[in-house]
């Protein structure tokens, strides 16, 4: 079974911290990675996507992927109280299948 | 500009009853993919349809699911005789179509979610 493991927390962090979530995943053939954000009740929405090794910057997100250690990450700077929801990692497989991971909620304390 | 739309919103059922739940991909989108999510837990793959083809579905439970794409109008997941356990958030989205040369740099499209239906199972 191909899967995207992640810690399911809490991860609480105070307001202006840096958010670090990790993700892993065992489908070495997976060629593309994304971060969701879903805030509770609502449906998930994309953040970033990264399918090269290294670093990825939008914004306050950064995403790194490590594809030797099948690895992926995404870090949030200066985190507000509006980034508290769950992030969701997903791993796209072969033939369009994109599965996810159980979701890190993240506080953000004001 | 209409996004993907899924209905309806919230559908409660009796064990045993049949729950239809419906889903408009986004205008230019041709894929669409049906996810189920249980409370304080992950998204679930179910099923991958493009216009009347099942490309893809391994997460489908073998009896009482099924899933459609008609030519027209939207795709249709279907529970028959549902069970309390089915009670869930069931979630479609939607991507536009990739060359299969763009697959080897991208590996899957990137998914556009609906609102979600919510079941509820009495």
């Known amino acids: 079974q191909k899967e995207v493991e992640q810690n399911s927390g809490p991860l609480s962090v105070p307001e202006g911290a840096i958010a670090s979530l990790n993700c892993t995943y065992s489908d070495r053939g997976s060629q593309s990675f994304f971060w969701y954000r879903q805030y509770s009740g609502k449906s998930p929405e994309l953040i970033m996507s990264?399918?090269?090794?290294g670093d990825k910057e939008d914004g306050r997100f950064t995403a790194q992927l490590n594809k030797a250690s099948q690895y992926v990450s995404l870090l949030i700077r200066d985190s507000q109280p509006s980034d508290s929801a769950t992030y969701l990692c997903a791993g796209g497989t072969g033939g369009f299948k994109t599965i996810f991971g159980a979701g890190t909620r993240l506080f953000v304390k004001a | 500009n209409a996004g993907v739309m899924q209905n309806p919103r919230h559908l409660v059922r009796r064990r045993g009853q049949e729950a239809r739940l419906r889903c408009s991909p986004m205008k230019g989108h041709s894929h669409v993919y049906w996810y189920r999510q249980l409370p304080e837990e992950g998204l679930k793959f179910m099923v991958y349809?493009?216009?009347?083809?099942?490309?893809?579905e391994s997460g489908m439970p073998k009896e009482r699911f099924s899933a459609e794409f008609p030519k027209e109008g939207p795709s249709i997941l279907r529970i028959q005789q549902v069970v309390r356990g089915d009670s869930a958030a069931y979630f479609c989205?939607?991507?536009?179509?990739?060359?299969?040369?763009?697959?080897?740099?991208?590996?899957?499209?990137?998914?556009?979610f609906g609102a979600g239906s919510r079941l509820t199972v009495l």
């Open positions: 990264i399918y090269s090794n």
């Open positions: 989205a939607s991507s536009p179509r990739i060359s299969w040369k763009d697959t080897k740099s991208s590996g899957a499209n990137v998914l556009t």
């Open positions: 349809l493009q216009k009347e083809n099942i490309i893809d």
